[in-house]
């Protein structure tokens, strides 16, 4: 059932890696409570860094956490001092040795957290929902995604009842488990409630065996983008509006 799990956790271990990397022992329960505070304190700490996810690795005595943002500098800082802050404070939270890497995302365009926080943060400063998933949609598709799909729910634009409303571009084959589909949710807290997003982005196909380690981003995987034209009945009917234009 495609349409009703999650995608990136149908996906695990199939094109798709874990964010907490490490082996439990005894204490299992223990150290997925302290992944869970390190990812609320830098979530809540970051607020304005273009978050898009946080890959924690432990050894022995370290505990390695990976950064995955649209906009390092803010996370830097000047020479590097706001890292060195938040090494600081992250040994307080965990009391124990932290180590920090920061990741830069080049396109958060194709990154379905970005892009739903974004969508969120619009909501909030009250432009249209429809503008604001139309705008993305069409910046995602324009960086050479397959396929997005957004989904709005709750008191749009003020009304009484809540509903639900999406919007798709391209293709999102969510059955189909070698498609590279990343998944968010996000939430805008308005004066009427508040308003779900839900965003799946398409990245195309991946063929071969993936590259599973964190931010190993897959490299050795090679993805197929339709080149061809007319493989997929998405494809088949985008081709034949533009051909019903031409005419």
């Not at 964010?19 to 997925?32: A, F, H, L, R």
């Not at 503008?131 to 003020?158: D, F």
């Not at 590259?211 to 061809?228: F, H, I, V, Y």
Request: hydrophobic content about 35%.
């Amino acid at each position: 059932m495609g349409q009703k799990v999650n995608p990136i956790g149908i996906r695990l271990g199939i094109i798709k890696g874990w964010d907490s990397n490490w082996y439990g022992g005894n204490d299992y329960s223990e150290k997925i409570v302290e992944d869970d505070k390190i990812r609320t304190y830098l979530k809540a700490r970051l607020a304005k860094g273009s978050i898009s996810k946080i890959v924690i690795e432990r050894t022995l005595k370290v505990i390695t956490v990976t950064i995955n943002t649209a906009r390092p500098g803010i996370i830097i800082g000047k020479g590097g001092k706001e890292v060195d802050k938040l090494k600081e404070e992250l040994k307080k939270v965990t009391k124990k040795e932290i180590q920090i890497n920061i990741f830069e995302i080049k396109r958060p365009e194709l990154d379905a957290r970005l892009v739903a926080d974004s969508i969120a943060r619009q909501i909030e400063g009250r432009i249209s929902f429809r503008r604001a998933a139309k705008m993305a949609m069409a910046s995602t598709m324009r960086l050479g995604a397959e396929g997005i799909k957004i989904k709005v729910s709750g008191r749009l634009g003020g009304a009484e009842m809540a509903r639900t409303e999406g919007y798709k571009e391209g293709r999102t084959p969510l059955h189909t488990l070698r498609a590279d589909i990343d998944y968010a949710v996000a939430e805008a807290h308005t004066s009427y409630g508040r308003i779900g997003i839900k965003v799946w982005i398409c990245r195309g196909e991946v063929y071969g065996k993936r590259d599973l380690t964190p931010n190993g981003g897959g490299l050795r995987e090679k993805k197929q983008n339709n080149e061809g034209g007319g493989n997929h009945r998405g494809d088949r009917k985008f081709n034949r509006k533009k051909t019903d234009k031409k005419a």
